[in-house]
């Protein structure tokens, strides 16, 4: 096969193209005036809140990136790793929270812009918070390609620019996992952190606020609102951003894993870089078809955001015919059916959550239904709903398996399969950039909401505000699939990468990976409890927390004279402040164990089990993550379609059971249930990475030798 | 090895001794008095509605043996089975009914009897509802012993008499995994359908009743509270029998298959079932030790069961050295390991649960606390509580099944350690007899609460069975303990069993069974999500089945004049007819759901599928049944220990939220959650017996050739 290196150089060229994008982007979204005083005085709260909070996050996970450095410094020195993993891991990492960081920063910006803009009418709402997205959508894009690149230059034409092919393939593609490796981390603090702390929040305003003091949401006298509205930026944005990096990365560099056991060398590591800059001038052109008309009618927004995304992922498709063809050859073109089958995994994935969890069908209508008998029966009803819900996913996801594996053709070369498996994560999250612009709006539209709340605005901006926000949860479920589905398909490439570092690092290793091995059974069991674990850690995490600010937003109502007539100002500060020190406290023994898991496991049982415990964290951590974001999703829409006036409407006792469901489906879609996609590919990271560590000190192994 | 075939005759004869000492146990049970005219009536009105439920029921279910065995005939007639299997299977059925019959009708005349007794003394309460226990513990080993001494004889010494050892020992444990997939058919009926029949009830009864109506549990006024004492038996009673005579003949036969591949021949048939033979005997001594004073203090009650019990695990342990060492051989010996391994873990299982779901430990003291804020934070508490929980029994699990799997062999000979597996099953079910009779009286006791409470006896008597049945809801958690351990142990014992029956069938056959080729990692999704599809299915049943319960009571409250006042009687008939009916037609989908799956998958994507599927299912299903479990119960007893006065007690805030907790909890730990361990089973036994269909038809396997 003719070598196609010189193709890689698209790869900088788009992702410097998406950068400058955001650029463009940005200064649109500041060119809107941000309102009135007040408007401005609370926009700066929340800012401020989200920066404190930021910062110190970073503080923290400096210190664990800081312990990883020195552990891989060492693990170098002895050679057991290269001397570029421990850089590597840390620029992912730092790119990863810098994605994270420009995104809020900028919808800290927007939201009351969108308020204000909102005020003139939908569509211009409607562009200043879109704007805000893509600025979100094409910073994580062009950050993770960049990133890459650069790697890819530095290993390729500096460090091993001399060494044989196999090698440098070898080489680049170790160091990248490591920065994949770097950004999983940094990713599942920040979705942790952020999650507990805009749950918290969340659940303790509602608590007090609304059950208690029988105020509505969004109330400035809520001692806990503007916290609650940090948390919008510093969960759903920051959040979701370092998480989306880390997906995108991921799919990337585990493809590019399998690039040489496939045996397409370098030409295997160009395609999913090519299809990623191809992607990223789709969904530039993409964006620009995103506008609307003057209707506040559902569908035709919708419609509006679907034009942009449908379009980008065609041209991405009729692009990569060609590009498959020329670079692996016509006769590898079975490889293109890898990325249709993955671009209509993800859409499809998209539309069944859709069909859970949007009021306009009939799971979420019966559970609206259910509130009838109270809150027991809406639980049973969601929880139901959430299990039954992993049905179609996973016959998608094992279609789709099937379909990329003998495509490309898996039956008679088996690493080629896997490449192809891959490959259909690649196109998965390819027009990530515009598929997150429609879900990253969403959050700002929801600040705005807030912002005009608090600054009580003509209640037709809410209602406008409203019907962005409600219009970006139906783009988030969709996002949701992309993210959910990508998971899955990235975790089986790495548990394939996996496989392939334990035989370059031992060719003559006696894997034993048939399923009725004991120690791999073992490993199947530990790796599908994990996600259960894990979540019942971030659970309790939001519990703990939330608790802490209902007792203290009781304080306030108790201690502060005039609170309730409104004369008397709450003390914000001080429930952000909470929030901020409780999520720094609970993301650590989550994140950690993820790290400790699959290392325990092989240094204990050996890599066997790993291989064992990275299956059953797959299948078992996709499931839990849909079954909790469908359930959430569905009960967050089964109350807000009472709150449109069905089944007696807000305040009664329908209304009542349904936001028990509601706030039992906050932690389980926005802080546990996104969680989990990031864990599955973290540990799969880990294992790769410290797998020579565990080869060499299994203890199981050594026993029985 | 020499043959020690004779030793088999242990097992008719102890199954004998099982079913006299059932006989003199429940003449014991009936020479009580009944008690007053009141206590008969009501004890009669449960009875004949538990005589109506089950009599349906057997009539739905012929329906399915009856298709099934024209199917498995039609199988037979092409040579795809032989001829026994159809009645092998009809057979297994039968006696899984009769199982849950016998004990639920002991049951039904113990209740009126332990109330009275209890009325003269704790202890002889105590001791009526465990001798009607003990009768439904006796009858599930009796009958299920005796089931498989029959067909072993009737095999070995008539049909194949005369054929070679190795042809004999295959034939004889594929007609008896066809009898074990009999059993579990009927046991998933009878599971499913007792489980939507009491849960229906119970949430019908408390949603109108306790928090509509505001009148206490067991008001004879609420007009569902017969079905609700019904359910009791149909549910807890019958179908507890039916599933763990399917759990226990399930873990024999398992472990019988293996005994070819792993060199034994009969003498390995023989270890399981002399095993099971010297467990009966045991179980009998060790019912003997079970008497108390007449404190009724918890700890005391608790140390009589647990004296029977663990006398019993002991003298099987001590007697089980030499059998292994006599049959297998002295060099063998780790075999015992292996019993040793499942004995401790399914103690330690039962442990953890009880440290999970009982109010004197920690983790149930905290959801209690949790009440203070209200409904949600109770189902965000049991969730995690119930997701935390699962950690411990998946590491008891795991290190089961490698000390059992190394330690009998496994590592020179791996077939040897699978059927070491297998044996761990065995061991931690040997002394089924008495763990099933101290779990089985709980409902008893229950039962005899609900008459007391109706007849207005004396509140000390039901202070008196309240002791009794929350001392049954400790040991029903040691019970669950060994129900779920063990189906995980056989689960993989049955996966190796189906992997052999694949080589016996075609031993040129090209299993693919590496973790990570395609299909078997999507049968691996496949099953993994079925116990939450499973799950999904019977709780909507409960709701919807619940539903009509309070339509219907609601009307009765309504329509009958003078019912609150207590002038005039319910229509209880008309909830016991209307629960009939739903658990009827509510338990055909999910039950041949279970058939269907692995035929389906392994029509469409081959045996290597189905062997991922069956993976799978096991892991994903032992976990959800552990958390479903575990928050049912700690739910359930934090409620109980809000009811003992803490937190405000009865009708405080903290009861309200407690009660929607326990109401979510029901379906968890009374329907889905114990259906699951049946599930993984029956999935199993239809592959195995199915195998032959399966690999002539693949549709994947054909298309690649």
Redesign the interface.
């Known amino acids: 096969m003719e070598s196609l290196l010189y193709l890689f150089l698209l790869a900088p060229i788009c992702a410097i193209i998406a950068l400058l994008f955001v650029w463009k982007q940005a200064r649109n979204v500041m060119s809107y005036p941000e309102g009135t005083d007040k408007m401005k005085a609370i926009a700066m709260a929340i800012r401020n809140g989200a920066r404190t909070y930021l910062k110190r996050q970073y503080a923290v996970v400096s210190i664990f990136f800081l312990i990883m450095m020195i552990i891989l410094g060492i693990m170098a020195a002895f050679g057991l790793l290269t001397p570029f993993v421990p850089f590597a891991f840390i620029t992912g990492g730092f790119f990863s929270g810098l994605s994270g960081f420009i995104g809020m920063k900028i919808a800290t910006y927007a939201n009351s812009r969108t308020a204000n803009a909102a005020s003139e009418g939908l569509n211009r709402g409607l562009r200043v918070a879109f704007s805000s997205g893509s600025v979100m959508g094409f910073t994580v894009v062009g950050l993770g390609l960049l990133d890459i690149s650069i790697w890819f230059f530095l290993l390729r034409f500096v460090f091993y620019a001399s060494s044989p092919e196999a090698l440098q393939v070898e080489q680049i593609t170790y160091a990248m996992l490591t920065f994949g490796m770097g950004a999983s981390s940094m990713a599942l603090f920040m979705r942790v952190g952020g999650g507990i702390f805009t749950k918290a929040a969340d ?1 303790g305003a509602d ?1 007090v606020g609304k ?1 208690e003091a029988g105020i509505p949401e969004d109330d400035p006298r809520n001692p806990a609102v503007i916290a609650d509205n940090v948390g919008d930026n510093v969960g759903d944005v920051a959040g979701m951003g370092a998480d989306l990096y880390e997906s995108y990365v991921g799919s990337i560099i585990a493809t590019a894993a399998l690039a040489v056991a496939a045996g397409y060398g370098f030409n295997g590591v160009v395609i999913p870089m090519a299809m990623a800059a191809i992607g990223i001038i789709a969904s530039v052109i993409g964006t620009f078809l995103v506008r609307s008309g003057e209707e506040t009618d559902q569908k035709v927004l919708l419609s509006a955001l679907r034009r942009g995304t449908v379009f980008a992922a065609v041209l991405t498709a009729v692009v990569a015919l060609p590009l498959v063809g020329f670079v692996l050859g016509w006769d590898h073109i079975g490889v293109f059916f890898a990325v249709l089958s993955g671009l209509l995994a993800g859409v499809l994935i998209g539309i069944f959550t859709e069909y859970y969890t949007s009021d306009i069908y009939k799971p979420t209508k019966e559970l609206s239904d ?1 509130t009838q ?5 809406v ?3 969601g ?6 819900s ?2 179609v996913p ?2 998608i ?2 279609v789709s ?2 379909i990329s ?2 495509a490309s053709g ?2 008679s070369n ?1 690493n080629m ?2 490449y192809g ?1 891959g490959i259909s994560a690649v196109g998965m999250l390819s027009t990530l950039g515009i598929t997150l612009a429609t879900d990253a709006y969403g959050p700002v539209a929801d600040n705005a909401g807030g912002i005009a709340q608090m600054c009580k605005l003509d209640p037709e901006v809410r209602q406008r505000t409203d019907a962005l926000d409600s219009l970006g949860n139906t783009t988030a479920a969709t996002g949701k699939g992309f993210a959910i589905g990508s998971a899955a398909l990235t975790a ?1 490439a790495l ?2 990468a996996f ?1 392939d570092e334990v035989y370059l690092i031992d060719p003559g290793h006696q894997f034993n ?4 091995n ?5 490993g ?3 790796g ?2 994990l996600p ?2 894990f ?3 971030t ?2 995490a ?2 703990r927390a ?2 802490s600010i ?1 007792v203290e937003v009781r304080r306030q109502f108790r201690e502060i004279i005039g609170l309730m007539e409104g004369t008397a100002e709450p003390e914000y500060d001080r429930c952000v402040e909470l929030c901020t020190r409780a999520a720094q406290k609970e993301m650590i023994v989550p994140a950690l164990s993820a790290i400790i898991a699959p290392i325990l496991t092989g240094v204990l ?1 050996g890599v066997d089990a790993v ?2 415990l990275l ?2 964290l797959t ?2 951590g ?2 839990l993550a849909i ?1 909790m974001a469908n359930s959430g999703g569905a009960w967050d829409n089964a109350k807000k379609f009472i709150e449109s006036g069905q089944h007696g409407g807000k305040g009664s006792d329908a209304h009542k059971a349904a ?2 469901g509601d ?2 489906g906050d ?1 389980f879609k926005d802080t546990s249930g996104p969680s989990i996609n990031i864990l599955i590919k973290l540990v799969s990271m880990v294992s790769i990475v410290f797998a020579s560590l565990i080869m060499k000190t299994a203890l ?1 192994p050594m026993l ?1 030798k």
């Open positions: 659940v608590l059950v259910s008998t109270g809150s027991a029966t639980i049973i009803g929880v139901s709903l959430g299990m039954q992993t049905f996973v016959v996801v094992c398996l099937l594996f003998y898996g039956f088996f399969g896997l498996v089986l548990i394939a496989v990976l048939n399923i009725t004991p120690p791999l059974l073992a199947l069991f530990l599908a409890m259960f674990l979540s019942a850690m659970m309790k939001v519990g939330a608790q209902v049982l291989a064992g299956c059953g299948v078992s996709f499931i079954m936001v028990v706030t039992v932690p199981l029985l």
